[in-house]
C-alpha cells in the first residue's frame, strides 16, 4: 500500500493463529538465518513460509502447507523435498545444502508450534 503524503500508519492487525513457530538454521559467523521458516495454523488453513534460501526473499512452500493442513504433524513433511533450483547458494551453503535445511527447519517448526 502507498502513503499518501502526511499519511502515517498507526495499527496492523493480524488474525488470530491457532499454531505458530518459526525456526532458523543461524549461519554461525553472523548469527544471521542462512534458511528460517515459519509455519501458521488457523483453523484448516495452512501457511508455511522460507527466509532466507530464494533469491526473490520469502517464498511459500504449498507442497508442505497442503501436507500440513490434512496432518500438521512433522511426519506429515517426509518424503518432501524443495527444489534446489533458483535457491541461494554460497559459501555459507550451497542451494542444496539450503534446500535440505528448509525440511530439517519446518520439521523442527511444526513440532515447536
Do not use: C, Q
Amino acid at each position: 500500500t502507498a502513503l499518501e503524503d502526511n499519511e502515517l500508519i498507526t495499527a496492523i492487525e493480524f488474525p488470530h493463529v491457532d499454531k505458530f513457530a518459526y525456526a532458523k538454521f543461524r549461519n554461525p559467523a553472523s548469527l544471521y538465518a542462512l534458511v528460517g521458516v515459519a509455519v501458521a495454523r488457523r483453523g484448516s488453513d495452512v501457511r508455511v513460509a522460507v527466509t532466507g534460501a530464494g533469491s526473490d526473499g520469502v517464498f511459500r512452500w504449498k507442497e508442505a502447507e497442503a501436507a500440513l493442513a490434512g496432518n500438521f504433524s512433522a511426519g506429515a513433511l517426509d518424503g518432501l523435498k524443495v527444489s534446489a533450483a533458483g535457491l541461494n547458494g554460497d559459501i555459507h551453503g550451497s542451494a542444496e545444502y539450503r534446500a535440505h535445511l528448509i525440511g530439517v527447519m519446518a520439521k523442527r517448526a511444526v513440532a515447536a508450534a
